[in-house]
């Protein structure tokens, strides 16, 4: 699907997806629509063609899966998404203007980019708030100001045992949930009796509600010492307002809360009957059983395995599916913690971790096909997809913080390119005829002077002076001495052979006695 008829059914869809869900008394917004929208057509059992436009019953059919999944409030893959959505869109840091621009200044404001905005604006509110401070500490105004350092010595404790809280109840769960569906692959009896709850969407919502605690966790531990250092900053800063009056101060605040209970979902008693025969390990518990075991990288010819002691900076590795076991994911749907110091595989510029030797050792002898099988996983559980930081495999489903139209959540990103297209300026050869006229009168000129020509001689004289002048240019090569040699001379010598003949002459016998001596030199000696 391409294209303004893409964007036209897509607005249809949203807008009746919401008014049915209205019509039922769930009040949806537009962006979990959309994004559920996308789930279905995801889901392979689904049986969507993104890549066609759909029929009047696929529209109706699409549109129907969507009501009914968003009026599921018994499943916890729609809380889960129902949580993304509201924390990517909530829990952001929001500067308020507490000033009037002039009307000559809003002009040139308007014109300004997007970045230059928040900058002007964020300038703008540190201004402001560093003026109500200031004459707050000078006792000359700055009524209403709440003392935001010691709310903030009181709140940030009390949520962060909140937090805590919520972080271990989380804990107790995700290790409950990992341990039945770990049963239900080990005994068929077991399957059978738990295949009708819906555990790996409860697992997949109790971990994705664990990565946004660890989130608020993490900043309201930042914010403490943050909230330390602005303190003494604070009141440094205003000893020096009180003798120069030059400098600004700007206090940044966020606020973002929200927690989900589980008990909707599996309540207490029936998770404790679920749980009776069944070992539960803690996260902790399975990473200390592997810490012995290690992947031996001479098993492996074409992987790259690091290490803590091989690798700068082991610890900063940005690791795929937020840590969790790379195959466990696609071949289970368990989202079992990744023991690091198992070996971290690096395949295609990514890091991957698992939780046993033999899983790492599986996946690696083919990682393309099991992490295939993820995102498979992924699109049956859309959900995935934000839990295990997928958006680069699926681009066209964006975070929803950098999509806000509903829209351009189900759009494939659209393919640009500088091309360039030259032609020539007359394809085919030029077919005027340059003699043609049209002007009687000018056909008749040229009649004429064509007469006269003809009845006229041309006569031409030469005189001794001008006879056989003319022009004449010359132009020679400057001699120069080339000598080639193309004879090679040699020569040989060889001794020449010199033979003495003795007694032919004769003597006083009467037999002759001859006597042949080889006079001829060696050769070495010539």
């Known amino acids: 699907m ?62 129907q899966l969507c009501v009914t999944r968003l009026l599921d409030t018994t499943n916890p ?116 009796q738990l295949s009708s709850f819906k555990l790996k969407e409860a697992l997949f919502n109790v971990r994705q509600y664990e990565a946004f605690l660890c989130i608020l966790m993490s900043d309201a531990i930042t914010g403490a010492q943050e909230v330390e250092k602005m303190n003494v900053q604070f009141t440094t800063t205003m000893e020096q307002l009180k003798n120069t009056v030059q400098n600004k101060v700007s206090v940044d605040t966020k606020e973002v809360f929200f927690l989900e209970t589980q008990s909707q979902l599996f309540p207490e008693e029936v998770l404790t009957s679920l749980l009776e025969g069944v070992t539960v390990k803690t996260d902790e518990e399975r990473i200390r059983e592997t810490m012995g075991t290690r992947v031996n990288v001479s098993d492996f010819e074409n992987q790259e395995w690091l290490f803590p002691e091989t690798t700068a900076d082991f610890d900063q590795l940005l690791i795929q599916y937020r840590g969790f076991c790379a195959h466990a994911i696609g071949v289970k749907g368990l989202t079992l913690p990744g023991n690091p110091a198992i070996g971290i595989l690096k395949h295609k510029d990514r890091c991957y971790v698992f939780s046993s030797k033999e899983s790492a050792y599986i996946f690696a002898q083919d990682p393309d096909k099991f992490i295939q099988l993820n995102i498979e996983k992924a699109k049956e559980h859309a959900e995935l997809i934000h839990l295990l930081e997928l958006h680069h495999q699926f681009e066209y489903l964006a975070p929803y913080t950098q999509a806000r139209s509903a829209d351009k959540h189900l759009m494939k990103p659209t393919t640009k390119c500088d091309s360039s297209t030259q032609t020539d300026t007359h394809i085919l050869p030029p077919s005027v005829v340059r003699s043609y006229e049209w002007n009687e009168w000018e056909l008749r000129r040229k009649a004429i002077k064509l007469a006269n020509l003809r009845r006229k001689l041309t006569h031409a004289m030469q005189t001794d002076l001008s006879h056989l002048r003319r022009e004449n240019s010359t132009q020679v090569y400057l001699p120069k001495d080339v000598s080639t040699q193309t004879k090679h001379d040699n020569s040989s010598n060889v001794p020449r052979p010199q033979v003495f003949l003795a007694g032919l002459r004769g003597g006083s016998s009467a037999a002759t006695h001859m006597v042949k001596v080889d006079l001829t030199r060696p050769i070495d000696e010539t």
């Not at 500490?137 to 709140?155: Q, T």
């Open 2 to 63: 391409s294209g303004e008829l893409t964007e036209g059914i897509i607005k249809i869809i949203i807008r009746e997806v919401g008014q049915e869900c209205a019509a039922k008394g769930q009040a949806v917004s537009e962006t979990l629509v959309a994004f559920m929208v996308k789930a279905v057509v995801l889901d392979p059992r689904n049986e969507f063609n993104v890549d066609q436009i759909l029929t009047k019953k696929d529209v109706q059919n699409l549109t």
């Open 77 to 192: 893959s729609l809380s889960t998404i129902k949580m993304q959505v509201y924390f990517d869109m909530n829990y952001a840091n929001r500067a308020a203007l507490q000033s009037i621009f002039p009307q000559t200044a809003l002009v040139a404001f308007i014109s300004l980019s997007k970045k230059d905005k928040e900058q002007q604006l964020k300038n703008l509110s540190m201004l402001v708030t560093g003026i109500r401070l200031f004459n707050k500490e000078c006792g000359k105004g700055g009524k209403g100001i709440d003392d935001l350092p010691a709310i903030l010595n009181e709140a940030i404790p009390s949520a962060t045992r909140t937090v805590e809280d919520s972080l271990n109840t989380c804990h107790v769960l995700a290790h409950c949930y990992t341990a039945l569906l770990e049963s239900m692959h080990e005994d068929q009896q077991r399957h059978r």
